[in-house]
């Protein structure tokens, strides 16, 4: 289980250990060294995602250990709230950044072992703080930084990642799941959690950078 602790709100991940074990562990070290605290969610685009993970509030893009092997083929499919692994072009070339499914993605998922079809690896879900996701999939996007658009106007800061160890998450779960975890600043400005993907997925073309 992992908690990311926002300047919008908390957002509760159940990370699948079992399906993506090497996108887990890559997460869980970046995560244990302190490596998300003070980064931002740098690219929102509404209808499709939400992407964080890798760049500083002064848009200066952090230092990353080696790329990890893409784990797309797990069978886990980009639907609405799942967290997956962010890359370049290159099937395997994804290191710190991260973003979450704010509606189904499935052109994202694993079609074939090319560059083209392998496709973004999902390595969990979110389980509360689905408000927080909808909210910051919304703000206000233009040009900051090196970034021509889709940069929120207003910072959204990842404060912290925190991440359980893994045979204590069950247990966390179920007692985070019973409480209110989202601790949302936002309150009702949130958007709706109701799980309908927006027309505009289906025309998008997957390219997450």
């Known amino acids: 289980m992992a908690r990311i602790q926002t300047s919008a709100g908390d957002i509760l991940i159940e990370l699948d250990e079992k399906r993506a074990p090497v996108s887990v562990a890559n997460f869980r070290d970046y995560a244990d060294s302190g490596f998300y ?3 931002i969610f740098h690219r929102v685009i509404e ?3 939400i992407q964080g993970g890798g760049y500083n509030q002064n848009y200066m893009r952090k230092q990353t250990r080696r790329p990890i092997p893409n784990e797309a083929t797990n069978g886990l ?4 709230y799942t967290i997956s692994m962010a890359r ?3 099937p395997h070339s994804a290191t710190s950044q991260f973003f979450i499914n704010s509606a189904d993605n499935s052109n994202l998922d694993h079609r074939a072992r090319d560059a083209r079809g392998w496709g973004y690896a999902v390595f969990g879900r979110v389980v509360d703080g689905y408000d927080v996701v909808d909210y910051i999939s919304e703000v206000d996007t233009g040009a900051a930084g090196p970034f021509r658009r889709d940069v929120p106007r207003d910072q959204v800061i990842i404060l912290s990642v925190q991440v359980s160890p893994a045979n204590t998450d069950a247990a966390v779960k179920n007692a985070e799941i019973a409480g209110d975890v989202s601790n949302s600043l ?3 400005q949130a958007g709706s959690s109701g799980g309908n993907p927006s027309p505009q997925t289906q025309q998008r073309q997957a390219k997450l950078n």
């Open 37 to 39: 605290d003070g980064t």
């Open 47 to 49: 209808g499709f995602m």
């Open 77 to 80: 499919s980009n639907t609405q």
């Open 88 to 90: 370049t072009n290159a």
């Open 186 to 188: 936002i309150g009702s």
